[in-house]
Every structure is written in C-alpha cells, then in structure tokens.
C-alpha cells in the first residue's frame, strides 16, 4: 500500500525516510524499519502498571494527561526489542536484496489497555470489580 501520511509528525517522518534513501547508490543500501511501540526488559506492560499506581497514588487516584490520551487509542502496534534485532540483522545478510523498507511489528494489534490490564492482573492490582481481559 502507498503511504500516505496524513498528520504533520506522520508526514515529517515520511519525508525522513525517503531524504534517507535519497542517500542510496554506489553500493550503498539504505533501508527503513518502521516499528511499533517496542516493549522489552524495562519496557513492558508491567512497568506501565507500576508506574500508573505509583502516579495515581501521588496524584489522589488521577492519572496523568498523557496516560488519559493513551487510554484513547483504540489499538497499538507493539513490538518486542528482540523481534527488531532479529529483523535487522536479516535485512543486513540480505544485503543488496534488502526491501527498502520493513514495517515491525507483532502479528496483531492489541488494545494498550488490555496489556496494562494484564499486567495489573499478574502483579495483584487489579481490584475484585475488575474484568481481567484475556491475553494470548
């Protein structure tokens, strides 16, 4: 599918990407790597949670105004830090034969707030009134 970015940030991005491969030729190959929201040791889920409680109690219960607007997005692409190595270094032993451009990301999207919940689920914060959304 064409690109076609429709936001300021989405369009600059874009303009990024095709000023880099501009760079490309003599024996030079340039390639994108478009990644979801990466998550790993020290970027998961369950960091989320613990900082939201963490936040929520220095705040009286209120969440913060960038975790109000995550909360808005219906689904996020994620990524796991391992999965964008194993992507790289592929696409570097393809050398020449390399697409220009992969997008990285897992296989599908996910509501963030079911991650979170999840998370809040397995380290015992959730309270009993709470639903526990199922993962697989």
């Known amino acids: 599918t064409p690109c076609a970015?429709?936001?300021p940030k989405s369009r600059a991005r874009y303009d990024a990407e095709r000023?880099?491969?501009a760079l490309a030729g003599d024996g030079v190959t340039t390639v994108s790597y478009r990644l979801g929201g990466?998550?790993?040791?020290g970027r998961s889920a369950i960091?989320?949670?613990k900082k939201r409680r963490?936040?929520?109690a220095a705040n009286?219960?209120?969440?913060?105004?960038?975790?109000?607007?995550r909360e808005r997005r219906s689904f996020t692409s994620r990524v796991h830090v391992g999965d964008i190595v194993r992507v790289i270094m592929a696409s570097m032993k393809l050398g020449e034969k390399a697409s220009e451009v992969y997008n990285?990301?897992?296989d599908?999207?996910?509501p963030r707030r079911d991650a979170v919940r999840y998370a809040e689920n397995i380290l015992g914060l959730l309270t009993d009134d709470s639903t526990t959304p199922t993962m697989t």
Not at 38 to 41: D, L, S
């Open 47 to 49: 960091e989320t949670a």
């Open 60 to 69: 009286g219960g209120e969440e913060s105004a960038s975790q109000r607007a």
């Open 19 to 21: 000023a880099w491969h």
């Open 108 to 110: 599908e999207p996910a």
């Open 38 to 41: 990466i998550y790993g040791p």
């Open 54 to 56: 963490s936040a929520a």
């Open 5 to 7: 970015p429709n936001t």
């Open 104 to 106: 990285v990301v897992d």
